[in-house]
Nanobody
Framework: VQLVESGGGLVQSGGSLRLSCVAS????????MGWFRQAPGKDREFVATISEYGDRIYTGSSGEGRFIISRDNAKNTVYLQMNRLKPEDTAVYSC?????????????????WGQGTQVTVSS
């Protein structure tokens, strides 16, 4: 499975972005999906995860109340809607796929990873 993210860019504090993750080479509904981010000099951080058919979602504390994960299996695409962005949200955002949904903030167990898209939030 290949994953390609898009939608990143430069946005002012308080603004919004919607990231997309398109999958190819497999059936998206076979996988639970997650979004992660990594800022310079920091470890990779869990953002949110969604079950194979979107009926279960878990959002980490960094995005709770601001970030919304969703998916459209017919389009082989997972989304991350990010609202009320802050400068500390600046990072490379990546999506990843795993065999089964786990409703917890972990970076472990994801088999396929995208290259990431840069999000920069200016103050």
């Amino acid at each position: 499975v290949q994953l390609v993210e898009s939608g990143g860019g430069l946005v002012q504090s308080g603004g919004s972005l919607r990231l997309s993750c398109v999958a190819s080479g497999g059936t998206l509904s076979d996988y639970a999906m997650g979004w992660f981010r990594q800022a310079p000099g920091k470890d990779r951080e869990f953002v949110a995860t969604i079950s194979e058919y979107g009926d279960r979602i878990y959002t980490g504390s960094s995005g709770e109340g601001r970030f919304i994960i969703s998916r459209d299996n017919a389009k082989n695409t997972v989304y991350l809607q990010m609202n009320r962005l802050k400068p500390e949200d600046t990072a490379v955002y990546s999506c990843a796929a795993r065999a089964a949904f786990v409703g917890m903030p972990t970076t472990i167990g994801y088999r396929y990873w995208g290259q990431g898209t840069q999000v920069t939030v200016s103050s």
